[in-house]
């Protein structure tokens, strides 16, 4: 697996596959560089019905790697619970279970629009925090199209602080208040919070991107 992004024109061929026409159809603008990429999708930034929109193609063909890949742990695992049966392996063979059903989730992106939705809904009253509005007429099991939000991720947010447009105190409440309210109230937890999925826009809101990975957290 790789972070390099793919090639426009096989994003284009996703889109097309998928929307059943090609961008420049679907689209007033899309742009074939992308603005971010990861292991399983990246993101590109387009113009949909006079606003500007992120869209997420999954990579082609990513489901049949991820597919042979774990294969080859469980083949690998099943014989090392034979070999050495000790609690250490019955854990690693639980955590590789745990993944291939997070990452046979992700690869689905309704289930990532569905989860981005239910936090809207949860977090509707809560101001200062938000996830992107996800364009239901456009998006499928391999194209997720949203609202395009921009922020500073929270790791380059030095010079803001410095500068006293942000307050540190402030975000920091709001994003322990977030984490909290998610775990210790709704159950919902967003489990994917590395700095390229928080940022804080101009007026200081928390953005909190991918919502492939979550957690359903029994009371």
């Known amino acids: 697996m790789t972070n390099n992004p793919i090639p426009g024109d096989q994003a284009r061929g996703v889109i097309e596959k998928e929307l059943g026409r090609p961008p420049e159809e679907v689209f007033e603008s899309f742009e ?14 387009a113009r949909y019905r006079g606003r500007t ?12 790697l991820v597919a042979v890949d774990l294969d080859l742990s469980f083949r690998v695992l099943f014989w090392l619970n034979i070999l050495f049966p000790n609690h250490h392996v019955r ?28 936090f809207r809904h949860l977090f509707a009253d809560v101001k ?7 364009i239901e007429e456009i998006t499928t099991r391999r194209v997720l199209v949203m609202e395009h939000l921009e922020g500073t991720k929270v790791d380059r947010l030095g010079e803001r602080f410095a500068s006293g447009e942000l307050e540190f105190d402030l975000v920091m409440r709001r994003l322990a208040g977030l984490y909290l309210r998610m775990m210790m109230r709704e159950g919902f937890l967003h489990a994917d919070p590395h700095p390229g ?4 826009a101009s007026d200081g809101t928390i953005v909190v991107l991918d919502w492939g990975m979550v957690v359903e957290v029994p009371k």
Not at 109 to 116: C, I, L, Q, V
Not at 128 to 134: D, L, M, S, T, Y
Request: charged letters at 30%; glycine letters at 4%; zero cysteines.
């Open 53 to 64: 929109v992120a869209v997420k193609v999954l990579r082609p063909d990513v489901e049949e």
């Open 197 to 200: 999925n928080l940022m804080v």
């Open 128 to 134: 200062g925090v938000r996830a992107p509005e996800v």
């Open 91 to 118: 854990g690693i063979t639980n955590v590789v279970r745990e993944f291939s059903v997070k990452v046979t989730e992700e690869m689905d992106f309704r289930s990532e629009a569905h989860n981005m939705n239910r």
């Open 32 to 45: 074939t560089e992308p603005i971010a990429a990861a292991s399983l999708g990246q993101v590109h930034r």
